[in-house]
């Protein structure tokens, strides 16, 4: 089995060699998928989401952002705090500007401070994921500690480009993933 630091170099390869073109179409066909998995699950109303790094050639969430205001859900955000070890949560206001900050991750540029207590599905980037649902993040274990830090359960939701890798390395702080959304489909996982 690879490592941690192996596979993120493979798969940040992976990224590297896809154009903005296919980044862009590649992310539509997850957001079409998002929606059909929304299909019937009227009561999940709060989202958190993550804003795609450019350089990195993360998922582009502003297509989810957007089909997730047209059906009218609140949506959170959230930015490295000062500190630079947790994330803060941000409620996303309708319509919002965004600006770059020192990572090149987009923040909107009105935001309020917000209790994550409300949130019921959280978009989680990711590198590479497991047939399990164990997710492979950058490294700097931000989402591992949000979602560690939540008081209720919430659906947990990776997008990704790629297929599973048949198994990863887990460490005892992991939380894995109930489902990832790629082009193709959604792996649910138990």
Request: hydrophobic content about 35%.
């Amino acid at each position: 089995m690879k490592t941690k630091k192996e596979l993120r170099q493979t798969y940040r390869q992976f990224r590297k060699h896809l154009s903005s073109k296919e980044v862009n179409d590649l992310s539509r066909k997850i957001a079409q998928q998002l929606a059909l998995w929304l299909h019937g699950q009227d009561d999940l109303e709060h989202f958190h989401l993550f804003f795609p790094i450019a350089k990195f050639n993360e998922v582009n969430t502003f297509y989810m952002k957007d089909l997730l205001e047209e059906q009218g859900k609140t949506l959170f955000t959230s930015q490295v705090n000062r500190e630079g070890s947790q994330l803060d949560t941000l409620m996303l206001p309708r319509d919002a500007t965004f600006f770059l900050d020192e990572w090149g991750i987009p923040v909107p540029q009105e935001s309020l401070r917000g209790s994550p207590n409300n949130v019921q599905v959280v978009l989680v980037p990711l590198l590479a994921y497991d047939r399990k649902g164990n997710r492979l993040g950058f490294g700097k274990g931000h989402y591992d500690t949000f979602l560690g830090s939540l008081l209720q359960p919430v659906i947990k939701i990776g997008l990704s480009f790629f297929p599973p890798e048949e198994a990863l390395p887990v460490e005892d702080h992991d939380i894995p993933l109930n489902y990832c959304i790629t082009p193709d489909q959604v792996w649910v996982f138990n």
